[in-house]
């Protein structure tokens, strides 16, 4: 069973940075796509950046030139580098692993159906 943990959430002021960070255990990450979501209030949930295990990444257009998605496969880990954050980036996010298939691209990592999911940590930006 895959579990995934996240962490490094918390309060920031605007134009602020975060690193979140995701242990993943009971699987190799090396076989898993990885990718965060985040969901805001009262919104439905939205892919924020993915990667497969060789490091080709997608990344949301609003997190475009702020943000790094990096994996450390030996440590079974993932991370997302968030800079100049904005109210708008106040959410819960969510680490998220399916296993990976040779059939996608790794564009297409934010739109493909993640099986495991992390119970999420809240990112809150102040104005």
């Known amino acids: 069973q895959v579990q995934l943990v996240e962490s490094g959430g918390g309060s920031v002021q605007a134009g602020g940075s975060l690193r979140l960070s995701c242990s993943v255990s009971g699987y190799g990450s090396s076989d898993l796509y990885m990718a965060w979501f985040r969901q805001k209030l009262d919104s439905g949930r939205e892919g924020v950046a993915a990667a497969d295990s060789d490091g080709n990444a997608v990344y949301a257009e609003f997190m475009k030139g702020r943000s790094t998605i990096s994996r450390n496969n030996a440590k079974n880990t993932l991370e997302l580098q968030i800079d100049n954050l904005t109210p708008a980036d106040t959410a819960i996010y969510y680490c998220?692993?399916?296993?990976?298939?040779?059939?996608?691209?790794?564009?297409?990592?934010?739109?493909?159906?993640?099986?495991?999911w992390g119970r999420g940590t809240q990112v809150t930006v102040s104005s």
């Open positions: 998220a692993a399916a296993l990976q298939d040779p059939h996608h691209r790794a564009t297409d990592l934010l739109l493909i159906d993640y099986t495991y």
